[in-house]
C-alpha cells in the first residue's frame, strides 16, 4: 500500500464539529474541535468567523450543550469552569464540570453541574449576579429543555449504575412556585419502565414529543399537554435515537406547531424526513446518508445539520421550505470518490443476522484484497457517514467491510442487546463469518 500525502490526510481525517445552532435568522454558529480546545465559529456573511478564539470553550462532562443564545446575548461553558458572555466580555465562575447550557424562558443562562464530592447534579440558573439551584438529583440531569412561556422544563434522568438507554426517564420540573417546585415522571401508557432517548416543547408549549423505547426500535411520541393524551406517531423498524452521549446532538425539532422534523437510519443510512401530527411522513430528498443535530430556524423555519455522505465530508447542510417541496444548500463541496457503499447482511454459523457496510471500487471487475476495521463502544456503530478511511484504502485497491457486529447500536434493542454477556466473543465470530460470506460470493480474494 503506497501511503502518499492523500492516502494519509484520508487516514487521519476526523469530523471535528461538535454542534451547530442558528445564532440569528440569517447566521449559524458552530463548535469545533481544534488541536488544544473547542473553538466558536459564525458562518455569517461580513462576520468575523472566529468567536472564542481566546477562550477555551469546552466541558470535562462528556456531553455536548456548551453554548447557547439566551436573548441578545452569546454564552459559552469554558474548561476554566467558567460561563462566558461573549457579548459582554463578563464570566462567572460554574461550581464543578458542567453541561447542558439552556436558555429558560426568559432568557436566563442555566445548566448542570456535577458536585465532584457530594456526587449530586444540579440545575442552576443564573439569577441577580449569582448561582441558584433549580433542582438536584444523585442521579444524572441531562437534556434540559424549558418551556417557551413557563417556569417549566423537561429532563432526562437515570441513575448512575445504569446506562441512559436502558434506562433514562422523561420528567418535568415545575418550577413556577420557587417555595414548591414539583416533578412529574411522563410516559406513554405501558411504558413505564422503557427509556426516553429526547423530548422537546412545541413553539407555543402547548404539546411535547418524545422518542422513547416501543417494542424493538425507539420511536415518536406526541404529548397533548391540556388532555394530557399521548399519541405514537412513527411505527417503522427505522432507529429514531442515538446513543445518549452528545445531548445537544437532537434528531427532530417541531418545525411549526403542526409538523415535527426529524431523522431516523436503517441499516446506518440515514433520511430526514417531516411529520404531522397524525404521523403522515413525508422524506426530504438529501444525498447525506448520515445527519444529525436537527435544529430549527424560528424565524425563517430553515432546518440545519451536521450532516455528510459517501461523497460528501462533514458539513452543515440547510433545508429551506419552498412551497410543498424543500432545497437544499451545503457548506462543502462534494467529493467524487468512485466506490460504492452498500448494507450487507449475512448469516451466522447459528443462523442469526448480522450487518455491516461494505466499501469497494464501483468499477471492479474481479476480487479484492479485504480490510476490517472493527468499530469501538463495544455498543456503537459505524454510520453511513463520509468514510475517509475506507476511500484512502479502496483507492489502494482494496474492499473495506464494517461491521456492525450483534450489539451494535441502530439494528433494533434486541440487536443492540445480544453482545451482553458474550463479549470478546460475538463481536470476533460476526467478523469471521462476514469474511466467510464476501469470499462465497467471490467479491474478495
Known amino acids: 500500500m503506497s501511503l502518499d500525502q492523500k492516502a494519509l490526510e484520508l487516514l487521519t481525517a476526523k469530523d471535528n464539529q461538535i454542534e451547530a445552532q442558528w445564532l440569528y435568522p440569517d447566521s449559524i454558529l458552530t463548535l469545533e474541535a481544534t488541536a488544544y480546545h473547542w473553538n466558536l465559529r459564525q458562518q455569517a456573511p461580513g462576520k468575523d468567523p472566529s468567536l472564542s478564539q481566546n477562550i477555551p470553550i469546552g466541558s470535562t462532562l462528556p456531553y455536548a450543550g456548551q453554548f447557547i443564545l439566551a436573548g441578545k446575548s452569546l454564552y459559552g461553558l469554558g474548561l476554566d469552569a467558567r460561563i462566558h458572555d461573549f457579548h459582554s466580555g463578563q464570566s462567572w465562575a460554574v461550581p464543578g464540570p458542567s453541561t447542558d447550557l439552556q436558555p429558560d424562558f426568559l432568557h436566563r443562562p442555566t445548566w448542570v453541574s456535577f458536585g465532584d464530592s457530594s456526587q449530586v447534579d444540579t440545575l442552576y440558573h443564573r439569577l441577580n449576579d449569582s448561582n441558584e439551584v433549580l433542582w438536584m438529583s444523585k442521579n444524572y440531569l441531562r437534556h434540559i ?21 436502558h434506562k433514562a426517564e422523561l420528567f418535568t420540573l415545575d418550577a413556577r412556585d420557587p417555595m414548591a417546585k414539583k416533578v ?11 427509556a426516553c432517548a429526547e423530548a422537546c416543547f412545541s413553539p407555543k408549549g402547548d404539546a411535547l414529543a418524545a422518542t422513547f423505547l416501543t417494542g424493538d426500535y425507539f420511536q415518536l411520541w406526541l404529548y397533548k399537554l391540556k388532555t394530557k393524551n399521548w399519541v405514537q406517531l412513527s411505527f417503522d423498524t427505522r432507529e429514531r435515537s442515538t446513543p445518549l452521549r452528545r445531548s445537544s446532538r437532537r434528531n427532530f425539532g417541531f418545525l411549526n406547531d403542526k409538523t415535527l422534523v426529524s431523522v431516523s437510519s436503517q441499516k446506518a443510512f440515514w433520511q430526514i424526513e417531516t411529520m404531522d401530527f397524525y404521523g403522515h411522513s413525508k422524506i426530504i430528498a438529501s444525498p447525506m446518508t448520515h445527519l444529525q443535530n436537527i435544529q430549527v430556524n424560528p424565524t425563517t423555519h430553515e432546518v440545519l445539520s451536521l450532516a455528510s455522505g459517501i461523497e460528501y465530508p462533514p458539513q452543515i447542510v440547510r433545508f429551506k421550505p419552498k412551497g410543498p417541496s ?7 463541496e462534494r467529493v467524487v470518490t468512485g466506490i460504492r457503499a452498500e448494507p450487507m447482511t449475512w448469516a451466522t454459523d447459528s443462523g442469526e443476522t448480522v450487518h455491516g457496510i461494505l466499501y ?5 471487475k474481479a476480487p479484492s484484497p479485504l480490510i476490517i476495521p472493527i468499530h469501538g463502544g463495544p455498543t456503537d456503530a459505524v454510520q453511513a457517514s463520509w468514510p475517509s478511511k475506507a476511500i484512502a484504502f479502496v483507492q489502494q485497491g482494496y474492499s473495506v467491510l ?7 447500536w441502530g439494528y433494533g434493542y434486541e440487536y443492540h442487546q445480544s453482545l451482553a454477556g458474550h463479549w470478546g466473543k460475538r463481536e470476533i465470530s460476526d467478523c469471521v463469518s462476514g469474511v466467510r460470506s464476501l469470499a462465497d460470493s467471490n467479491w474478495i480474494d
Request: aromatic share 16%; proline share 10%.
Open 326 to 332: 424543500w432545497i437544499s444548500s451545503s457548506s462543502g
Open 402 to 408: 464494517y461491521v456492525n457486529y450483534r450489539g451494535s
Open 360 to 364: 469497494r471500487d464501483a468499477q471492479a
Open 184 to 194: 412529574n415522571h411522563l410516559f406513554p401508557p405501558g411504558l413505564q419502565n422503557h
Open 145 to 165: 429543555q424549558w418551556h417557551p412561556t413557563e417556569a417549566v422544563c423537561l429532563f432526562l434522568s437515570w441513575p448512575r449504575d445504569e446506562l441512559p438507554w
